[in-house]
């Protein structure tokens, strides 16, 4: 089964979308997208998400903690 993850970028609010499959964790979403794992926090409705987690949420907030120049 694929899976679709919606990440709001902050600051900035660019949108992305992550598509992978079942098991995938945020770690591998991060990885696609280009970030730096170390470099971001996960956020879902508020509550921050552990990067090693199989993804299951449709929507995450992906908070930046360092440059990305």
């Given at each position: 089964m694929n899976i679709?993850?919606?990440c709001t970028v902050l600051p900035g609010n660019?949108?992305?979308q992550y598509h992978g499959a079942e098991g995938d964790t945020f770690e591998d979403a991060l990885l696609a997208l280009g970030f730096i794992p170390d470099?971001?926090?996960l956020f879902h409705?508020?509550?921050s998400l552990p990067q090693d987690k199989p993804i299951e949420?449709?929507?995450v907030e992906i908070?930046?903690?360092a440059?990305?120049?």
């Open positions: 679709t993850l919606t660019e949108q992305l470099t971001v926090l409705n508020g509550i949420e449709d929507a908070i930046l903690t440059s990305r120049g």
